[in-house]
Structure formats: C-alpha cells, structure tokens
C-alpha cells in the first residue's frame, strides 16, 4: 500500500465531547466496529471500498449492465458455434449416406431430408438478414442517440445563451430624459441601437430555439422507430432461430429414418471416428450455449433485483417519496408561461432565483432536496451555481463521481457537465434507475421542469451527490462510542444503559430497569473444553483444522516459478500418490487434496489419481459421498466452515454433471479458512501459479459448490456465544429500576470509557487543518502544555504532541512526568513505551519467538514511512491512535496527517507500521 493510496475515514458526524460529560448520558452503549463499519462503507476511495468494488458478486449496477452485454456477445458467438457443428455434422451424414446407398433404402427419405435441408439454408439466409438489419439499426441508433446528445448541448448553450441575453436586456436602463437645452439623441439612439440588437439576438436565439426543439422531436420520434425497428429484428431473429430449429428435427427425422432402413448407413454412422468428434463438438456448445444463458438470466436476476431494491427507496424514504411526487406534478411547467414560471418561482425564489431571468436547474433541484430534508444543503456557499454544489459535495464527503462504481438511488442529485470539460454545467434528480438508464427529473430543461433519462455509464453524466449518505452521517451524531461491543466478548466490564433501552449481556437481549441476571464469559480453555474446538482466526475448529491452516500459513506466497518453492510444493503434491510437477501442470486439486488429506480433514485415500488432480471429478466424488453442498449463487444455502473445500467455476456455469468424454466441469478448487460479513476467506494452490489468500462475496456466481469437510468426519463447530454460554457463570444480576450494570472489574469499564471520550473529541476534529486561523488554535490549545505551534513549519510537527495531550487529557495513557522530547518526539515516546514495558512490535517486524499482537482501540501506532523497522533509536517519524482493527485492517486517527487531523487506515502487516503502545498495560 503506497502512502498516496492511504485514505481518508470521515469522522466529522462525532461532537466533541467534554471531560465533564459522563458516559451514562449517553444512553445505551452502542459499538465503535458497527459505527465505523458505515464510515469504512462511506470513505471515498478506501482501500476497503475499493476492494469492494473489485468483488466479483459486484453489486454496482454499470459493472453488471457491461457484464451482461459481453456475456450476450459471448452468447451469439456460442450460438454460432453451434450453428457451424451442426453444419459439419449434417455435412458427415450427408457423405456418410451417399457413401452407403442401399437397395434396402427407404423410398422417400431423400426427398424429405432435402426439404428439411432447404427450410433450414433458408432459415438461416433469413436469420442473417435480420441479424444485418438488427445490426444496422443499433448502429443507427447510435448515431441518433449522439445526435440526441448533441442536441441536448446546443439546447442548453442556446438556454444559457437566451437567459443571458434576457437578463442583459432586462438590466437595460433607458437615458434620462433631457433637460431643457439639452440633447441627449445621440444616446437615445445609442440606446435603441443596443436595445435593438440584443432584441435581434433574443430573437434569433428563439429561432434556434424552436428550431433545436423541432429537431429534438425528430430525433425522439426517430429513436422511436428505431427502438421498434430493433424489437422487430429482434423477434425476426428468433422465429428464424425456432424455423432453424424445426428444419433440423425434421433433417435428424428423416436420416433417423433412413438409419432404421439402411444397415450400412447405420453400421457407418455408429463407427465413424470424424462423425463422432463432430457429434461431441456439438453437445459441448450446446451446454455451452446453456450456462451462458443461465449466466444472462442469473445477472439479470441481479440486476432487476438491484434495482428494485433501489427504487424501493424511495417508496420506504417518505422525505424522498414526497419530493418526487411534488416534482412529478410540477413536471411540464415552463418558465415561458407567467402563471408556471410563478409555481417555479415559489421554489427558487427560496435562494433569490428568478426562473424568466437567471438559469434555475441547480436552484430547483437543491431547494426541492433541502426542504423536503432529503438533503441540507445550509452549509453550500452557493446552491445557484452547479460547480459551487459539487465542491461543496466533495467537501461534505456526499460527491460519488462517475464511475467510481456508485449505483445512484431516488433522491440523489445528478450533475451532468455537458461540454465533457471538467465543469459541472447543470443538475437534476434521480427519480428512479431502470434498464441501464436513469430517469431524472430537471429545472430548467428546455425552459420547464422536464424528465429526462441517460444511460448509467453516459460521459455526460459528471458525479452524484449521494444524499443517503449525508443522512447516513447525520444519523450518527452524539451517537456514543463502546471499544469494547457486545457484551458477550466484555463481560466483566461495566456496561451503561438508559432505562428503556436493550442490551445484550452474554447473548442474550434484556431490558434495563428489569432484574436481569448476567454471565461472564468463559476463558479460551474453558471454551475450547466445553465444544471441543479451538481458536484458529476468531473461529472455533477441530484441531485438526487449526494445524491444516497453521501449515498453510507456513505455505503461503510459494510460487511454482521459483525453483526452490517448487520443489516444496512438489513435495506435498506427492505425498499420498503419483504426483504432479507443478512448474508444468495445473495443481490446484492436488494441492486441495494433498494438505486435507494429510492433516486429516477430508479423507481422499481411497479416491483415484485423477480425482486428486482434477476438480470436477473431485466434485463429483464428494456428491457420490453425501459431501457435496450446492452454493447460494447456485441454489444451496450452505454457509460453508473453516477446513471445507470450495470450487470454481470461471465462466461461472453451475456443476451440470459429465461432458462428454466423461469428465466432470469445475476449473479450480481451494480451501475455505473462514466466512465472515457475506465474505468467504480462502487459501488457494495455484492461484496466480501460487500458494495464496483469496476473498469473495458468498453469492459470487463463480462459486459453484463446497465439499462439507465436516459432514465426513462429524465436525462439532461452534461460535463464541456457544462458548460464553457453555462456559459462562453468574456474575451479577441488574436490579430493577437501575440504569447500569455493575460486574466483576469496573476499572476496565471506567477505562473503556476514557478512550471512548477521547476518540469522541478526536474523531469530531476529523478535517481540521494547521491552516485554518480557527481551528489551528484549537488545536494548539489542545498541545498546549508541549509549546509547540502547530502553523510554525520550523517547530510544527505536532502528531506525537497531540497524542500525548489528547491521552493524558482523558487519562488513557499518563506521560505527566515525560520529558518534553517524549512529548513531541515520536522516536523518544517509543522508547518510553519499551523502557516501561508497554512497546507492542507490528505484524511486519516481529523478531523471533515474539507473539503477534493485534492493537485495541486507545493504543498508540507508530509509522515510519520508509517502512524500516525500528531498531531501538529514535527515528519514528509518526504517530496515531488506533480506533479499530477488523478484516486485516488499522483504522486510525493521527493529527499532523498532512497538516490536518485526519483518518486513516493500513493493512495491518504494512511495513511501515513498526509498533504500538498498549496503553491498557499501562493502566
């Protein structure tokens, strides 16, 4: 990960909380993991969005939409395919029966044959007709959709143009009349002269006007025909497809016949080698040709899905339903009609527009947005002008730019930037999103409140103002922040409560102000007693898996293009059977089989040679052993467990059973080490030629099926709640009326609640700049106590200042009797922490014999940008607090991050990490 790809996590929703404020005020305790989940979903540009993005179950309706449309261009070349095998092979019967005349021959069969041929070359003559003329209207299409496109560019420099010269016209002030004595003709003249030109241009603007809304309807009217030109192409194209079809029974009809009748032709037909790889060709592009419709279905399936879902939105958001009906109703208005102009003045007059003089679009569509609460536009410096509004979007971390793998919802605010310039040129509102297009409604849109639609990618189309995602942020303000979530994994903490709200204590949701009895979880022994399990990456597994997985650990990053890794590989692949070199064969399968089988996982000693090193007889064998479980994206609802294994399939057709050479279908295999957030986490043999880790969403349509380790062996798996239940005791009981509940260790809670206060403060700054006069001295105010000025580039590194202010402010980590060097020096303050004993190494420098330690929430992070190891001197060059760890990552807050408080987030074996201070050591 470069230092440029490190991204920013918005926490500017979170208020600055005081010391004097107490946590109970707060009400229930609510989640730092679940709270920062939305900011981590929400930040632009994140790693983990971006990972996102690259799922292949990508749930971004443009990526779905293209995929479609290559999987139909897949699909017709597969249909051809299948038209030429079937060529070949009428072709081969053909020589095949006038090779093998007989007098024996039905009478008749030869005729029928050939009328059958006929039917079908004409069919096919026709199909290609149709396909040529299908082909020549899309292209038509095309170019009558640019032309749409440039129209609407010339309509709204015309619109803009005509505003203008209205406005200037409007501005036009007549010469006082002259006094006495005086003459003033010359300007009178000079101001009829100018009055009477900008008249001409209003008129001739007009003209163009009317001229370019006459062109629109042509092309509207000829997008029309078009649309019904294709339809009929297209329906033409498949009743020659069903004529095809019906030709060929009648030609295997009469050959069959003949067959039956003519004992040469039928000993002939049986024996022929050509005639039999011709026939499996065919069957094999007819399955083909089956799992890409199937794959067409399965992504417009999604796709309807996504977007019903989408749409719904605004049926179950009542601010976004009600904005879209009074904008429905008002669509048709024109500024042109005095009565209408003064119903869309009603809206833009809110932000001083007059829709006969000024240009309204961005007027009408964020006054409409903000008061119907859809979205607050009060803090937008400007919401008449549209490149002010996105600015103002980035700012407020709403801005989705176009193609950045954002599916727009109702409600949204669209800016389209018409000159592809880089500068937003007009807005509307999306009213729904269907068919590969949004449908919008706009102010000022040929002079009215107009619906207009584009297609989803449409370059036109600059960015979205995400107004879901502001309600998102608003929801949490004042919201509390717990490090330490559900009760089950706290117990012996102190939780607080507001009477009346839930809680969760060991699993189960009671209510304060009742007596409710609460269990402390057990210890990890007590756990791994009771199920029989153990830890292995937060989930429990038969020992057998967690050793499988600590080998494979061990194993990854091998490459087969290393001689030496190789031969390593190899070694495993040849330990049960007749192995596979790896630098010259495909090795995942053997790869599978070879570590389940060794660590006893999966039993695979009884199988046969090829079923070790090919995947789909691998599949075929655990469905004959009662193992096989189908995937979500394929019709099952198995959630698989660690140790089990997982096929694939990269054209993503389901396991249909044998091709026909009697093989089975699935290209790769790998092994399942856990499931976690609609995740599948997977460590993989030849994966990039590699021993590697993999991710997917559970529904990826790749995924075809699991083999269900555990059913073989009779697995006993488990999860912490059964543990903390099995192994968990009485601790306390909640007495009625009380509004907390007091268990074994208050300290802990009590310290729970200063890092969470601090983090709240720190996280409200989020954004705050070095540069700007206020903040700066807010933040100097907070370093106050180390003398450094923040603004002061001689003495301003001000990162391990604020850290050290902040966390002995709340308590969190004591530096009172530091030196001022340990104050300000993130060097000198890591050798504080080692000298006290609470320096913790990173995953990326851990020395030998040192266990890996994963950071909480209030610890301190240190960063050396050069990604070297600290080596005992004082040369950190940064430092931050760590607010979370989750699905391999740090979620960070730092001051001094560029000049700014900012967040951030790091893979947690990034090298430049090199230690942390476990403040509750300290403690």
Not at 709 to 735: H, P, R
């Amino acid at each position: 990960m470069s230092i440029s790809s490190v991204s920013s996590l918005n926490y500017s929703s979170f208020n600055a909380v005081s010391t004097e404020n107490s946590y109970a005020d707060f009400g229930s305790s609510v989640d730092i993991n679940e709270l920062t989940a939305d900011f981590v979903e929400f930040s632009e540009g994140s790693g983990a969005a971006n990972a996102a993005a690259d799922k292949p179950a990508a749930q971004n309706i443009n990526e779905l939409y293209n995929r479609k449309s290559q999987a139909q261009g897949e699909l017709g070349e597969l249909k051809n395919k299948v038209d030429d095998n079937q060529t070949k092979l009428n072709d081969r019967r053909e020589e095949l029966s006038k090779a093998n005349q007989d007098e024996n021959g039905s009478k008749g069969t030869d005729e029928n044959y050939e009328a059958a041929k006929k039917e079908l070359e004409a069919a096919k003559t026709a199909k290609t007709a149709a396909q040529n003329e299908l082909t020549r209207a899309s292209q038509e299409g095309t170019a009558n959709d640019q032309a749409i496109s440039a129209n609407n560019q010339a309509k709204a420099s015309n619109a803009a143009s005509l505003s203008a010269a209205q406005a200037e016209l409007a501005s036009l002030t007549p010469p006082a009349a002259a006094k006495e004595g005086e003459d003033n003709s010359a300007a009178v003249s000079a101001y009829q002269q100018k009055k009477a030109a900008i008249e001409a241009k209003i008129s001739q603007l007009n003209a163009e006007k009317a001229k370019l809304e006459s062109e629109s309807q042509q092309l509207q009217a000829k997008k029309s025909q078009i649309e019904q030109t294709k339809a009929a192409k297209q329906s033409e194209v498949s009743q020659q497809d069903a004529a095809m079809q019906a030709a060929q029974q009648k030609m295997d009809a009469a050959k069959n016949k003949e067959a039956e009748n003519n004992p040469k032709f039928k000993e002939a037909l049986q024996n022929d080698e050509q005639t039999k790889t011709v026939q499996n060709e065919l069957a094999e592009s007819k399955q083909a040709v089956s799992g890409k419709e199937k794959e067409i279905q399965q992504l417009e399936d999604q796709i309807a899905k996504l977007e019903a879902s989408n749409n719904d939105y605004a049926k179950t958001a009542p601010n976004v339903s009600n904005m879209l009906g009074q904008m429905g109703d008002m669509v048709g208005l024109s500024e042109n009609n005095p009565e209408e102009a003064a119903k869309i003045n009603d809206v833009t007059n809110r932000s001083g527009i007059d829709c006969q003089t000024t240009p309204w679009c961005a007027a009408y569509a964020m006054n409409k947005l903000d008061e119907n609460g859809v979205l607050d536009t009060s803090s937008c410096p400007n919401v008449n002008y549209c490149p002010t509004i996105e600015n103002w979007g980035k700012d407020q971390n709403i801005w989705e730019k176009q193609g950045n793998g954002y599916t727009p919802r109702p409600g949204d605010g669209v800016l389209f930037d018409w000159e592809q310039d880089g500068v937003s040129d007009h807005i509307g509102v999306i009213e729904k999103v269907a068919d590969g297009k949004i449908y919008t409604i706009e102010g000022n849109s040929g002079d009215a409140v107009s619906r207009r639609e584009y297609d989803l990618n449409s370059e036109e189309v600059r960015g979205y103002l995400n107004c879901s995602k502001q309600q998102a942020q608003g929801a949490q303000d004042n919201a509390p922040l717990s490090i330490y979530g559900e009760a089950k994994e706290a117990a012996g903490l102190t939780v607080a409560v507001a009477e009346g709200d839930a809680m969760e204590v060991a699993g189960e949701e009671n209510t304060a102000g009742e007596t409710v009895a609460a269990e402390e979880a057990g210890t990890a022994g007590e756990a791994e007693a009771a199920n029989g399990l153990v830890d292995y990456n937060g989930q429990l597994v038969p020992p057998q898996v967690k050793e499988m997985f600590d080998h494979l650990d061990s194993l990854e990053g091998l490459n087969a293009a290393n001689w030496e890794d190789a031969q390593t590989i190899n070694g495993i692949l040849g330990k049960n059977w007749e192995s596979i070199d790896c630098q010259t064969n495909d090795w995942c399968c053997a790869f599978a089989t070879a570590i389940l089988q060794e660590h006893g996982v999966y039993d695979t000693s009884d199988l046969s040679w090829t079923n070790h090193i090919r995947c789909g007889e691998m599949m075929h064998e655990a469905q004959k052993d009662g193992c096989l479980e189908l995937s979500q994206a394929h019709g099952g609802d198995y959630t698989p467990h660690s140790g089990d294994a997982i096929f694939f399939s990269w054209d993503k057709k389901a396991w249909e059973g044998q091709r026909a050479d009697g093989s089975y279908y699935e290209d790769h295999i790998g092994i399942v080490e856990k499931v976690e957030n609609g995740k599948i986490y997977t460590i993989e043999g030849n994966s990039g030629n590699a021993v590697s880790r993999k991710e997917y969403a559970i529904d990826d349509p790749r995924i075809t099926g699991f083999i269900n380790t555990g059913k073989q062996n009779g697995f006993n798996y488990g999860d912490g709640a059964q543990a903390a239940e099995i192994s968990g005791e009485e601790a306390a009981a909640v007495q009625s009326g009380s509004s907390a509940e007091s268990v074994t260790d208050p300290r802990a809670a009590e310290f729970d609640e200063k890092v969470n206060q601090m983090l709240k403060e720190w996280g409200s700054m989020e954004g705050w700049s070095e540069d700007d006069p206020v903040q700066g001295a807010l933040i100097n105010e907070i370093i106050q106590r180390t003398g450094l000025n923040c603004a002061d580039d001689e003495n301003g590194a001000w990162c391990c200042a604020f850290f050290t202010s902040m966390a002995e402010k709340y308590g969190v980590y004591d530096t009172s009797d530091s030196s001022w060097e340990t104050l300000v020096g993130c060097g000198y303050l890591m050798q504080k922490a080692q000298g006290e004993g609470t320096l913790r190494p990173s995953q990326a420098h851990l020395e030998e014999g040192q266990e890996p330690y994963t950071p909480q929430a209030g610890d301190a992070i240190f960063i050396d940008w050069d990604g070297e190891a600290w080596d005992g001197g004082t040369e950190e060059d940064h430092v931050g607090v760590v607010v979370k760890v989750e699905d391999g990552v740090v979620y960070t807050l730092e001051g001094n991050a560029d000049d700014h408080v900012m967040a951030r987030e790091y893979p947690i074996d990034d090298p430049r990490i090199t230690g942390y201070i476990d403040v509750r050591a300290q403690s």
